[in-house]
Structure formats: structure tokens, C-alpha cells
């Protein structure tokens, strides 16, 4: 007795420049440790990793404000130190975030005693060094903020270069995401910080998003927050600013952070040059229904341009077999339904750009 074959042919054509969902970056269990300028966007960046294609960030957030979130006043906290110490000691902790305050309380000795707490039980840890504004900004005028800039990078040469010799098995990574509130600042002064009026509501506090800063002391309102989440998301984790949807805060709808945090990319990118995760694949999904069932099919691009097929739970009773052209570029999947006895062929087509 012949059983029959039912054949269904599909041609799926996919243009991967085209295509807007890259594979997510894969995130950092993180430890971040510091004061009010540093937290909102340790915060934030847990909120918004998923959104802005970054999978499984997570982070554990130690606040202490003014000084007492620099790495030595951090250190002499007692309940501090014992928090940090248990969640170090699972070993279960991939990035190790701290800030800056000033000299006195942010030496190289005072991240040595953090890295190497960290090492004991986390070898291949990573550390972020985040560098923030100055304490108050309503005293920045047009003349200092080429200062102030020159001196936060400079904090590159005397912090951050010592600590990638002392620890070279380990990425430290140089995060002066203070550099995004001078940007801002320097839109003020030129009028072109559209709902932007005051650089701060000094001496009293201010949440209006009208004030860049919400005190004297140089606290930050929503646009100086999002702005610097987006500079950590770029410098740790390669984000484009420029591949996300619009990113805004409330009540200022025409200032483009995606083209500030470019900006601000474009300085530290460099200095990490080789600490970043390599650029994801792209990855394609196709899908339809069939009356038998819910078909799933992934095409994921690798860096050397061969392509591999990633076989989606439904397919248990079906095997897959991929034929690829010298290119690299097309290919053709079969599924062969053992049971049902059907042959079902698919072939995806990924097409060059046009440019």
C-alpha cells in the first residue's frame, strides 16, 4: 500500500539590511555601587535593557549618597562592605559597577580593594568606572566646560590606565558619562535645547523638566537620567543610539537623545576599543500556520556568513536539513514529518542591499 506525500513549497524573501531586530546583546548580572548621580541610571538601565535589546541585564543597586557612594567611604561602610561581600561571594556577579567622586575618596588603591574582593570568587568579572558631572553645575559657564570636559577624560590616564595594568585579565571599562550632561549644557547656553530654560533650580529643589539639574548640588531631572543610561548602554554594551526607536523624556519631545548619546559614543567608544561584546548576528524569523500545526523558523546570520538553523520546539517528531549555496547567502530547510508521513520544504532568501 503507497502512502501519499503532500508537498507544500514556500519562498520566504527576507532583505537583511532591512530587517530591524538584531539578536539581542546577552546582559551582565551586575553589582552597582554608588552615589545619587550614579543610581538613577543603574536603575534605569535595569528597566529599559529588554527594550533596548539587551537580555538578562540585571542589576543589584547599593546606594550611598554625596560621598559616602565613593569607592573608599563605600568600603568603611560596614553594612556596605558585608552586602557586597555575600552577593561577591556566590560567585555569581559578571560586572562590578562603581563611581567617582573626587581625588580624596576615588585613588587606585580605593577600586583595588573593590576589584579584588570581587576576583576571589568571580575571576572573569568585569568592572565599570563611571565618571559623572561635577558637583555644582550651576556654576558652569561657557568659558570652564572645555575644562570641564579635558578633565574628565583625563581621569582615563590617571585612574583607568593604572587599573587595566594592575588587572589585565580583567575589562575595566571607562564610562565618563558626565560627558552627555556637558552636551546638554552646552545646547542650553546656545538656545538649542528645545523646553530646556535653567541649567538648575539652585539653591532650592526642582523637578520640572524645565531645569537640566533639580538642586544646586547638581542632582539630575529625567533628560540628564536618560541621556546618561543611554551613554552606559552604549559604552558597555555596544548599543547604536542610533538603531533604537526615539528615545524622549516627558514634556521635551524634540530633544533627541538617540543623536546626543551618539555623539557622546563616538569620545569613549576608543577608549574601550576591544572590551565591548562583538556585534550580534542578525537574526530572521519567519512564521505561519498550517491546519496541522504552528510553524517556526529561525535563520541566524554568524560573522563568517554561513548560517545555521535553530529548530523551534515544535518540530520534536521532524529533523532539519540545510543545503547552502558557495555564497553562504540562500539556503533550503526540509522538514520531513515521520509520522504524517507530509514533506514540507521551505527555502529562505536573504537578499544583498540595493546600495
Known sequence: MMVSIRLLTITLVFTLVDFSTAAAVQGYRGLFMGHSFFSPSADQLNQRSAEWGIDGHSGHTIFRGDSNGSPLKLWEDSKVLQEATDLLSEGQIELLALTYYSAENSRIEDYQQWFDLALESNPEIKFLITIPWPLGPHRITPGNLEELRTATLALFDSLITPLRQRYPNNAVIFCPYGLGAHELIESLFDGELAGVEYLSAAPSSNSGNEYLFRDATGHPNELVITLSTLIWANT???????????????????????????????IVTPYNEGLLPSEPPLLVRASFNTTRTHITLSWTGTSDNRYQIESSPDFRPGSWTLVETTEGVNGEMTWLDTVGGASIFFRIVPQASSD
Open 236 to 266: 558597555l554594551y555596544g548599543v547604536d543610539p542610533t538603531e533604537l526607536d526615539p528615545v524622549r523624556v516627558t514634556n521635551l519631545p524634540q530633544v533627541d537623545l538617540n543623536s546626543f548619546a551618539y555623539e557622546v559614543g563616538q
